[in-house]
């Protein structure tokens, strides 16, 4: 797998957790999770991005698929 495409899976995984559970209205942001989550768009209500899990998640499927690839 190219960088390119496991950051483009980690940014879906970075949007897609902390909107699954609740966005700002959730216990995503009354937790120890609102650690490295940021607002990308001010006047958005409720987008979030994880940068940890973000990044986790990139350099986890970059290293799954290309173990998984040999």
């Known amino acids: 797998m190219k960088w390119l495409a496991?950051?483009?899976l980690?940014?879906?995984v970075g949007f897609l957790v902390p909107m699954i559970f609740g966005g700002e209205?959730?216990?995503w942001l009354h937790s120890w999770t609102k650690f490295g989550t940021i607002r990308p768009l001010e006047g958005s209500p409720g987008l979030l991005l994880s940068v940890p899990l973000?990044?986790?998640s990139a350099v986890a499927f970059r290293l799954f698929f290309n173990w998984h690839s040999r």
């Open 54 to 56: 973000f990044l986790g």
């Open 10 to 12: 980690g940014a879906i």
């Open 6 to 8: 496991a950051l483009a």
């Open 25 to 27: 209205a959730g216990f």
